[in-house]
């Protein structure tokens, strides 16, 4: 590996720590605030996951995944407990496949593959929930977090939009 080529790498890790950083931010603010819906426990914004989509559409799948997976394991650590890691993480890995997938092929914006990211993390954690609970009767719950996961997956798309047309690296002028 040539010198320019390690330093490019360490850019990118310092790049993708500084990313995973606001991530975890992002996720301590949320931890903070109240419940958006007070009648509806467990939903949330998803703040964390702008920056997901920010660097999916700026850098690469690789690097989204490696932000989120490690702001999950970091959440869980700081915020929560094993049950949140294991409904966390099985929400972040739908909800990134789902990302990666409506990405590659193109049709939807930003917004969209944001909607779908939210309403699959919220599938995969109420498939957590029916494997801890023992019972499929908590997917009835899915109704509400399809509608809340929509309204929350286009805040986080618009602000993830925002950034990946505003903020832009060019890695060819890194010296």
Do not use: C
């Not at 914004?45 to 989120?68: E, F, P, T």
């Not at 997917?139 to 286009?154: A, D, F, H, K, Q």
């Amino acid at each position: 590996m040539r010198y320019h080529e390690k330093r490019f790498n360490v850019r990118r890790l310092v790049l993708l720590g500084t990313f995973t950083a606001i991530a975890l931010i992002l996720s301590y603010i949320e931890f903070l605030l109240p419940p958006i819906w007070s009648a509806v426990p467990g939903i949330k914004l998803g703040l964390a996951n702008v920056m997901v989509i920010y660097v999916l559409y700026s850098l690469s799948l690789k690097d989204a995944a490696m932000v989120s997976l490690v702001r999950v394991f970091l959440s869980a650590i700081l915020f929560g407990t094993a049950l949140t890691l294991a409904y966390s993480l099985a929400g972040a890995v739908l909800s990134l496949a789902a990302m990666a997938i409506l990405k590659k092929l193109g049709l939807f914006s930003e917004v969209g593959v944001s909607i779908a990211g939210a309403v699959l993390h919220n599938l995969g954690q109420i498939l957590v929930a029916v494997i801890v609970l023992r019972t499929a009767e908590i997917g009835y719950y899915m109704i509400i977090l399809t509608l809340t996961g929509i309204l929350s997956g286009v805040f986080v798309g618009l602000v993830g939009s925002l950034l990946t047309k505003y903020i832009k690296f060019d890695w060819s002028k890194q010296k």
